[in-house]
Every structure is written in C-alpha cells, then in structure tokens.
C-alpha cells in the first residue's frame, strides 16, 4: 500500500501509523455527558467501502493526514491535512516508476 | 459402534470403501426452526453441537454464507492454550482447553489435539517478573503454568538463538504444557458431523440478506435460498459481524474488522515439538505434524476487509522468526494468507443475549477464537437455551463497555490495533 502524503509525495506504508476511525466526533472537552463519551470511544461503524480514517507520517514529515481508503480493496481515494496548512501547494513529486 | 475405529476402517477396507456416509446432510431449508445460527464457522458448528447434545434442541439450522468451515476456523495457526492473567479469561479459556482434551473422543473424530506445550519468551527482565505474575495468577485458579529458567529453556529447545543474535537475550520464559495445537479443519468437520447426526440442518450457499421482524422482535432470517423463521437467531459471523448487525438496524458496536496474516513453511524434518512465542515483538510458531513451520505475528493494525495483508508485517514477522532461530532463515515460505478478524475494544470476546429480543451475539475474538472454539460454542448453546449466560460468559456481555466493566488483558484501551 503507498500512500501520498501532501508533503512528501507517495511512500510506503511502512512509514505511517493508523490513527484509528476518523467516523467518530470527539465531545466537547468540557461536556461531562457520559455516554457521548462512552460512544465516542468504544462504538464504531466499522464500515464495509470508503472508509474515513486518520493516520500520522510518523516515518516522514509527522503530519497528521485524513483519508478515505476502501476497507475492501485497499485503494485511497483522497488525502488531506487534518488540519488546512495555509501556504502549502499540493506535491508535484511524481510517483516511483512515472514518466518524469 | 461409533461411525469411526479400527473396525469400521477394516470393514470398509476389506470391501472397496462403499459404506461411508457423507459427514453431513444437504438438506433443503424447513420453514421454520427452534434455533438458526448464523455463521458456519467453528463457532457456530460447536454451538449448534452443543445445543442438541447438551440442551436438546435439535431442530436448529446453521447458514452459511459459503460452505461449512471457509472463514478463520480454516485460517489460524491452530494454536490452543488458557494462559491468561484475568480471572473472567481465565476460567474461560482454562474450561476450552478441558473440552479440547476430550473433544476427539466426545466427537469421535481425531482432531489431532497435540499438547506439545506453549513457550512464552522474555526478552528482558521485568517482562520476566510480568510472566511471573501471569503464572502465579493461574496457578492461584488451578491453570498448569511453570517458569523456566535460561538452562532449561536450552536443554528444551536447542534450536533457539538464546541471545536473539545479540540483540534481544532471553530471560526466561513461561510455560504452559497443557496447551498445544489441533488440526482446525477436523475441528470444523467434526462438529458438524456430530450437529447433523444430532438433526441440525447444515444450509450451506445460504447467505443472509436481513431479519425478519415483529416490532422490535427478531423473527428470522432472509436469505438468498428463502425465508427462515426461527425462534432465535444466534449471530456467529466473526469479521462480519458489523455488516450483519446493519441489516438488523445496530449501526455501531465496539467492534473493528482487522486482518491477521499467517505464513506457513515448506515441510521440515522434526525441528521443534511446541509453541513458541517472541517477547521483544510480536510472534508465535509451531511445527506442524506435516512439517511445515506455522506461524503469524501482529494484525496489520488498520480497518480491512480485505482477506489479504501488507508488506511490512511479512517483514517483521520474517525477521523476528529469523533472529530466534537463524537455522530458519533460509527456509522458503510456502504460503502466507489472511483472515478478517473482529476486534473487540478490550481484546476480550463477547457472548450475550441480545442487543435484540430474540438475538444472541457472539463476537469479539480478536485473534484469539480458535482456542475458544469449545467453550464458545459450548456457552453460547447454554445462553441461547437458556436465555442467560453461564457464569464462564457472564462477564462477556455488550453492554459492559457503556458501564465500565471492560476486560483489558494488555491493559490496552480501546485500540483495536493494540491488543
């Protein structure tokens, strides 16, 4: 599995660490609901396709990246910051083995 | 005379093999059952067995969505052992490993139960003092469990690099002789054998489509080969429980689909005659009666479906069997393959009644289900015959994440990818 990371072009997977389900809305720090709390950290969807999730270049750049991947065949269909990184141009590195 | 000895082999021998019966009817489905258990693995098969030898119930189907034993019964490195740390596991498991040692002569078929022992390596001193307190707290509940020294870990297994080529010495290890290895796909065949000699109905190509309700009420089951009313619908579906769950309307659960790879060698001469599992990471490997190493290391650690895995835990897996036995590295691998798993938030199962009325869930296993596959099947017959839990199963229940009741061996948290 490659991914591409907005910094650093496409890497291997061996570079990134999963983040978990990114399906999941963290409550409000202050809300004392429980069971916003107990929902939001043991239920997921677990979805079956296109699937959001949150991993970290953790061997690369260390950003934290959201992406869509299929649970079914592994394809990523989009990869973004977790958080908008103002001034930053998409990579126009080009994939390993494309013609430059 | 039971179906299976020496002189049914000698007859059917002596006369060109005409009289064996198939292991299991393909019976069209009834209308209607008592029980229908979804799931045609190892854990709907024992639950099906269990449910007519120990309870009576007998007019039970068991639909599957391919044929009998396709999913992870058939993907596992057959690996059986109750060494655990939590007292709700312990009596669990310990109960699966005392079905398991009669389990050939309960279902009259060899499941090759081999209790060849388990090894569990540390590679540093407090993991050392970790495994002594694992051990003394099975002691403490009647579990076999005994600390091996360096020595006798040498004289054990002579094949191991004791110092892990320098990097990672082993300080001792803790061991588990009572546990062992069965060969899964007999353990699959042999209970379905002993469910339909019983009367369970074995519907195989039988997909499930959705539920059939009233009200809130689960009814039975549509599926691809009709519609089957039940008085209780058991869910045994593993990886698959989410998708099946959404049919019925539960759109979350504490539970994530993960995939666990597993690599098999080409066949050896004897090299190694128990389980042995690495410390400073993550593996565990056997030797199989036909030779070949088995083994398999850390889920892949990210939400799959996919029944295939990645590169980088084939690299890791590699290299930690290479540092402890170096004789190993130019072994060629023979085959490598992977199963969905179903993670659970605490790496403990889940056996319940329930989250409907008229349902009964059984999930969770994460990658620990093929030892399980007796009690399993053996609690879940008892909750669903029953409508409440044993006590070997009273903890495992849905609900205890929401009240804080979670059963975390690793002490993990909720990480699927972590336990």
Not at chain 2, 133 to 157: C, P, T, W, Y
Not at chain 2, 246 to 268: D, T
């Amino acid at each position: 599995m490659l991914i591409t990371c907005p910094y650093c072009g496409p890497r291997d997977l061996a570079e990134f660490t999963y983040q978990g389900d990114a399906n999941r809305a963290r409550p409000d720090p202050a809300s004392t609901d429980q069971a916003a709390w107990n929902v939001y950290t043991y239920d997921r969807v677990n979805t079956l396709g296109d699937h959001a999730e949150y991993w970290q270049h953790s061997g690369g750049c260390r950003a934290h990246l959201k992406m869509v991947r299929s649970t079914l065949t592994h394809a990523i269909s989009s990869v973004e910051f977790v958080r908008p990184h103002p001034g930053h141009k998409p990579s126009s590195r080009r994939k390993p083995g494309a013609a430059p | 005379m039971a179906e299976y000895s020496v002189f049914s082999l000698l007859r059917n021998a002596f006369s060109a093999q005409p009289d064996w019966k198939p292991a299991w009817r393909k019976p069209d489905p009834k209308p209607e059952y008592d029980v229908v258990i979804v799931g045609g693995g190892g854990h709907g098969l024992s639950t099906a067995y269990y449910l007519a030898k120990e309870h009576g119930i007998t007019n039970v189907a068991v639909v599957e969505r391919g044929w009998l034993g396709q999913g992870n019964i058939g993907r596992n490195t057959t690996m059986i052992r109750s060494n655990y740390l939590l007292p709700q596991n312990q009596h669990f498991y310990e109960h699966s490993v005392k079905l398991w040692e009669n389990l050939s002569h309960d279902l009259n078929y060899n499941v090759m139960f081999s209790q060849r022992g388990c090894l569990n390596l540390a590679n540093s001193p407090s993991q050392l003092d970790d495994f002594a307190r694992r051990g003394n707290a099975m002691r403490h509940v009647g579990i076999d469990a005994e600390l091996m020294s360096v020595e006798q870990i040498k004289a054990f297994l002579p094949a191991l690099d004791i110092n892990f080529g320098g990097r990672f010495p082993v300080y001792g290890g803790l061991m588990q002789r009572r546990a062992g290895t069965a060969r899964h796909d007999a353990v699959a065949w042999g209970y379905a054998r002993g469910a339909d000699r019983r009367g369970v109905d074995m519907l195989e190509n039988c997909e499930v489509t959705g539920f059939l309700r009233d009200g809130d009420r689960i009814v039975g089951v549509r599926t691809t080969r009709g519609e089957i009313r039940a008085k209780k619908v058991a869910v045994a579906v593993a990886g698959h429980t989410g998708q099946l769950m959404k049919m019925a309307g539960i759109n979350r659960l504490p539970i994530e689909s993960h995939v666990l790879q597993a690599f098999v060698s080409e066949g050896l001469k004897p090299f190694m005659d128990t389980v042995v599992t690495f410390g400073a990471g993550h593996l565990y490997v056997t030797q199989s009666d036909k030779g070949g190493m088995v083994f398999g290391g850390d889920i892949d650690g990210y939400n799959t479906y996919a029944q295939r895995g990645n590169l980088p835990i084939v690299e890791d897996v590699m290299s930690e069997l290479a540092a402890m036995f170096p004789g190993l590295a130019r072994v060629r691998l023979l085959r490598s393959w992977g199963g969905i798993m179903d993670m659970s938030m605490d790496g403990s199962p889940i056996i319940t009644t329930g989250p409907l009325p008229g349902m009964y869930l059984n999930t969770g296993w994460c990658y620990g289900g093929f030892k399980a596959t007796p009690a399993s099947g053996w609690c879940f017959a008892w909750t669903i015959a029953r409508d409440e839990p044993h006590p070997y199963n009273a903890a495992f229940t849905l609900d205890r994440f929401h009240r804080g009741l979670v059963i975390d061996e690793k002490g993990q948290g909720s990480t699927p990818r972590l336990h």
